[in-house]
């Protein structure tokens, strides 16, 4: 086999492998939930995702199972916080860390009415449309 040949069946031998082992971006819908209770109020373009600054339990990012009467949290994901700041929209990571789960008020602790919870996800596999809580 000569070279050109070999690298052609190489390098497509390589694509086809890459391709299968990928994800498409933004595949799997995800949402917040507390407690295991979806934060948003529907889970449409018009969804909003409040918390009372008195909110306690755990925060999760998960893959859901939703339908017209009920969503229920199937997968936790990894996802970082941050906060935007209500007056100057100053966006600012809440620690270095990626979670699985927090607790709200650690989070609710350094936030005041009017700010935001911005949750990032860490894989563009997942499709996250309601990733930011605003704090009531």
Do not use: W
């Not at 939703?66 to 966006?91: E, G, Y």
């Amino acid at each position: 086999m000569n070279s050109s040949r070999f690298f052609f069946c190489t390098f497509f031998y390589l694509s086809l492998t890459a391709t299968s082992f990928t994800q498409e971006a933004f595949s799997n819908c995800t949402a917040a939930f507390l407690d295991n209770k979806i934060v948003v109020d529907e889970y449409t373009p018009n969804g909003k995702c409040v918390l009372p600054s008195t909110s306690n339990g755990t925060l999760t990012v998960c893959t859901a199972d939703l339908s017209p009467t009920q969503s229920i949290p199937v997968k936790q994901i990894k996802f970082m916080v941050a906060l935007r700041d209500q007056n100057t929209k100053t966006l600012t990571m809440f620690s270095n860390e990626t979670y699985k789960h927090i607790d709200i008020q650690k989070v609710l602790k350094r936030c005041k009415t009017g700010d935001h919870i911005v949750l990032i996800t860490m894989d563009d596999a997942y499709s996250f449309p309601h990733n930011e809580i605003l704090v009531k």
